[in-house]
């Protein structure tokens, strides 16, 4: 399956944060989502080989990583309050969405 | 882009009842994926359904996309069943992110 690393964070605001995910096997998408508390994930990007693949409407302090073995990272610059949120990422086969599977997620909190 | 809303946002059942959620999408889509997510934020992939009926044990899902909206059917609940559940959609089938609706918190209680 999807794993995720770390399960949870504590930052302070202005630091900066790297989240792991390792896509299930076979899979070459990678797409990381944003989940505050008591909303619905919102999509922050997508990686497809390697390269960044759609973006939704966050910052550029926001960056990601693609690595050959289709595992990715998540990195958040200048942290803010209320980057405070459930990260998750899904992996899925290129084209075919019905095959999206969500990691267990980490749990960030910006003090 | 495409607008998601779910009903009811909070639903309390008994153990053993039965309960609809509701999905209305704003534009026509060609991905409608149910989830559940568990206390501990798991997602979990419940049904791939951009139109038509779908079965899986007790819960059925039904999407109308020329009314643009989604059904999920959960029978003979139980606690197990807890946790949010969203609905999220994409015009494509492919690579175009998902939009979730804000979810329904479903508690079962015993």
């Known amino acids: 399956g999807v794993t995720q690393s770390p399960t949870h964070l504590i930052k302070t605001r202005g630091q900066q944060v790297t989240l792991r995910c390792s896509s299930q096997?076979?899979?070459?998408?990678v797409s990381w989502y944003q989940q505050a508390l008591g909303q619905g994930p919102q999509f922050i990007f997508q990686y497809y080989r390697k390269e960044e693949n759609g973006r939704g409407n966050f910052p550029p302090r926001f960056s990601g990583l693609q690595f050959p073995n289709d595992s990715s990272e998540l990195n958040v610059n200048a942290l803010e309050l209320d980057d405070s949120a459930l990260y998750l990422c899904?992996?899925?086969?290129?084209?075919?969405?019905?095959?999206?599977?969500f990691g267990p997620g980490t749990r960030l909190l910006v003090l | 882009g495409i607008q998601v809303e779910q009903s009811p946002p909070d639903l309390i059942l008994q153990e053993g009842a039965n309960s609809t959620l509701r999905c209305n999408f704003s534009d026509s889509v060609n991905n409608l994926q149910w989830f559940h997510q568990n206390p501990w934020g798991q997602l979990i992939n419940l049904f791939y359904?951009?139109?038509g009926t779908k079965q899986n044990g007790r819960l059925s899902a039904t999407t109308v996309a020329t009314e643009r909206y989604s059904l999920l059917y959960i029978s003979s609940s139980q606690t197990t069943d807890s946790g949010v559940y969203f609905c999220a959609a994409a015009r494509n089938s492919g690579n175009t992110p998902l939009v979730f609706g804000k979810g329904t918190r479903l508690s079962v209680i015993a």
């Open positions: 096997s076979g899979h070459n998408t």
């Open positions: 359904i951009p139109s």
């Open positions: 899904a992996s899925s086969l290129r084209g075919n969405q019905e095959t999206q599977y």
